[in-house]
């Protein structure tokens, strides 16, 4: 997980520089890099690539494309870092799903782990600042399906191999992307191709240890994990955006870690 979402931090980061660009052209190229190095590798090894569980991870795979374009839709009106602060409540959604899906069992301590988490988001977002409404609800939505696509996951379990389930997720993308972004495609140019390119090797492979970590531990546990992102997005922020963080953005980042980490410990006991 936490290589995935090392991955996932500079996908972001390259997708907040490359806003100008309509949406669903950043979801085609996001999606047929990852769809290119998942096939080859599928095909080389031989794996069934339609695999077993066809329907939850059909399911899963609109789900995470609804996810991922509302995501990427918000980047266009709020700052990279708010906006994966505000999608963490998404492994929060998860664990709600799990427990009432999967009927996973989670102690009272958990749930009050989970809140203070929730809190340290808030803390980073920082409740005094403007922020466009249209970019909230975008993110706000597209948690509430990542929650879904991990708890789809962990349904899924180990029935297929983990590059089966984000194959059929990249698929999904390339199509719905590459059909919806026809009208208004725009050329990139110069490095701006190595960098759409990109996308699609930095999300390969933080889906694919994403989908790794789902299917080999509970939800309950490894979606706290993605609180991680947090911090390399805000470290990425500093250096790149040139972004400031005030002394409640760091106190939200402790909030987070400390509340995640003791999950971890509470959920092995």
């Not at 309509?22 to 998942?38: H, M, N, W």
């Not at 699609?200 to 490894?222: D, E, N, P, Y």
Request: glycine share 8%; proline share 3%; hydrophobic share 55%.
């Amino acid at each position: 997980m936490v290589i995935s979402t090392f991955s996932f931090t500079l996908m972001n980061a390259f997708v907040k520089y490359l806003s100008h660009f309509p949406t669903f052209e950043i979801v085609f190229f996001r999606s047929i890099g990852s769809l290119f190095l998942a096939t080859s590798y599928i095909l080389i090894k031989g794996i069934p690539i339609l695999g077993n569980n066809k329907r939850l991870m059909l399911y899963r795979s609109f789900a995470g494309l609804i996810a991922m374009s509302l995501f990427f839709m918000s980047l266009k009106y709020i700052p990279v870092g708010t906006a994966v602060s505000l999608r963490y409540i998404a492994p929060i959604f998860a664990t709600f799903f799990a427990v009432f899906w999967l009927k996973e069992k989670l102690r009272a301590v958990q749930w009050l782990l989970f809140l203070i988490a929730f809190c340290g988001v808030l803390v980073i977002k920082g409740f005094g600042d403007a922020l466009d409404t249209t970019g909230l609800l975008l993110v706000l939505t597209a948690s509430v399906f990542s929650g879904m696509v991990y708890v789809l996951i962990r349904k899924i379990g180990k029935g297929d191999h983990p590059l089966v389930v984000v194959n059929y997720f990249m698929f999904t993308g390339t199509v719905v992307g590459g059909v919806l972004s026809i009208q208004n495609f725009t050329l990139p140019h110069d490095d701006e191709w190595f960098l759409l390119l990109s996308l699609g090797f930095f999300g390969f492979f933080g889906q694919l240890f994403m989908t790794k970590a789902f299917q080999v531990a509970k939800t309950s546990l490894v979606a706290p994990l993605k609180y991680i992102e947090v911090i390399f997005t805000l470290t990425v922020g500093v250096f790149w955006f040139g972004d400031y963080y005030s002394f409640f953005s760091l106190l939200g980042i402790l909030m987070i870690i400390g509340a995640l980490v003791a999950n971890v410990f509470v959920g092995k006991r």
